[in-house]
């Protein structure tokens, strides 16, 4: 996945992390984990941070979120076809999203706002 990354696309990340006061993490089974971990750590620069586990809350989060978040998607494969819908939905929403994933077809890391 290291070598997928563009720098650009991560400091573009960082830059839309920085702004936002919330952080929200989509994240199911063993990435569910990372997510724990991963928003441990963001929490300590002072963001508030949610982990949704649960396919229905992160559906109904995406439909209901305001744009002061920032949301995380994290998959191995993008091949849930929920975590797809929610990408949809957050970006017809206008809500800046990412997604953290190796699935060679698309790259690691995507941010997506407007």
């Known amino acids: 996945m290291k070598d997928m990354l563009n720098l650009d696309e991560f400091q573009e990340f960082v830059q839309t992390l920085s702004q936002s006061q919330y952080i929200d993490i989509y994240a199911h089974d063993a990435n569910a984990k990372i997510a724990q971990y991963g928003g ?58 990412t997604v953290i994933t190796g699935y060679e077809k698309m790259p690691y890391l995507n941010i997506h706002h407007q």
């Not at 992160?58 to 994290?74: G, R």
């Open 40 to 97: 441990h750590l963001l929490s300590n620069t002072g963001k508030f941070v949610q982990i949704y586990q649960d396919t229905e809350l992160q559906i109904n989060h995406s439909l209901n979120v305001s744009k002061e978040h920032v949301i995380i998607i994290i998959s191995k494969h993008l091949k849930n076809i929920y975590l797809l819908d929610i990408a949809k939905t957050l970006s017809r929403r206008h809500i800046p999203f």
